[in-house]
């Protein structure tokens, strides 16, 4: 207990200590910012008191312009005020919209958004079982290619640990993560885009704004502890088409029929019954790459369960849907970046506790 309240104290300390660099920085920036501003006025004054005819020469050019455009300015008042009166601007009317004539709403911005636009491009390497202060001291080192690790370092006490922890190993997550507290989505209405719906295999991510603060696990949420049901909706969207399967439902299904077991995290047999509540066959089979490629074939998905390396530092789930010459293809619920790598299985055999083949029923 005596450790545990001197590692707070010291916690505590360290967060005292950034948040008085933030200040001085801010102070230091209004400084600059105040010295550039008076230079700048000061050289105004000195070109208009011994250079005046730039001045003037710069005045007589704008009346000029003026008086030549006054002319044009009365003709195209003339024309607004005929369109604001219910005229087009060749004088003949405007015809009434019918009352029975639809009118198109806007999409919906989760339908005609890529969810991936704000996603930073990185190289990402090994994930590190940092400790929160390590985390942060990472964070503190990305300062500089983007303002909003400083808002976030400033304001760490604020976040989830855990949240701060997989940034600092993740920067794809930086938009999420920034705009964490202001996310107040209903996520009953979690909808895919059409776009996702489409593809053959889709990638979800358990940080996705839409599902990512869904609560899911102990005092946790999708973007945390959610790559289980993240990586079976990716499963069920690709074999069912189902769009109602979303990361956010599935997340809520797996709390509600107790595939989450606190402590530990989600249960394994989720991907076998779970799968079967929604329309998906599911068998646990051996870790064997030869009968990874046999269900492959088969047009089946597979979803492996992996241990601390390459993925996490942690307990993982992901996808893989195809193969070729340079390894396995994979959907990671977590990253971007690695989902877009090819995966050779020798580096990852070790890695993997269990593997399950789906297909649909």
Not at 207 to 213: A, E, H, L, N, V
Not at 319 to 329: K, V
Request: with cysteine; hydrophobic share 35%; net charge negative.
């Amino acid at each position: 207990m005596k450790e545990q309240n001197q590692r707070q104290i010291q916690n505590q300390t360290e967060l005292d200590e950034r948040r008085l660099r933030q200040k001085k920085l801010v102070r230091k920036r209004k400084i600059v910012l105040s010295v550039m501003l008076l230079t700048s006025f000061l050289l105004g004054c000195v070109c208009g008191r011994y250079f005046p005819e730039i001045k003037l020469g710069k005045t007589e050019e704008v009346l000029a312009s003026a008086q030549d455009n006054s002319g044009e300015e009365k003709k195209e008042n003339q024309i607004t005020n005929n369109v604001d009166n219910g005229t087009t601007a060749d004088g003949t009317e405007k015809e009434e919209q019918s009352a029975t004539e639809t009118v198109e709403e806007p999409a919906d911005s989760e339908e005609t958004n890529d969810p991936f636009a704000e996603i930073p491009q990185v190289v990402l390497s090994k994930p590190v079982d940092y400790s929160l202060n390590q985390a942060i001291r990472q964070l503190e080192q990305m300062e500089a290619s983007d303002e909003r690790y400083a808002q976030i370092v400033e304001n760490a006490e604020k976040y989830p640990e855990k949240l701060l922890i997989n940034l600092a190993n993740n920067p794809e997550m930086i938009a999420f993560v920034a705009d964490y507290k202001g996310n107040t989505r209903d996520y009953d209405k979690a909808e895919l885009t059409e776009k996702e719906l489409q593809e053959e295999y889709p990638l979800f991510l358990q940080w996705d704004k839409r599902w990512g603060c869904l609560a899911y696990g102990d005092d946790s949420n999708v973007a945390i502890s959610g790559c289980g049901p993240t990586t079976l909706a990716m499963a069920v969207v690709a074999l069912t088409g189902n769009d109602e399967a979303t990361p956010a439902a599935i997340a809520k299904f797996a709390m509600q029929e107790g595939y989450y077991m606190s402590g530990t995290g989600t249960m394994w047999s989720l991907m076998t019954e779970g799968a079967a509540a929604y329309g998906v066959r599911s068998e646990q089979i051996n870790i064997s790459q030869i009968e990874i490629k046999q269900h492959l074939d088969q047009g089946d998905i597979v979803i492996c369960s992996v241990r601390q390396g390459d993925f996490t530092t942690g307990g993982h789930f992901i996808l893989l849907y195809d193969y070729d010459d340079e390894g396995f293809s994979i959907n990671d619920p977590f990253s971007l970046y690695r989902s877009g790598q090819k995966w050779d299985y020798g580096k990852i055999r070790s890695q993997i506790k269990a593997v399950w083949a789906l297909k649909a029923k």
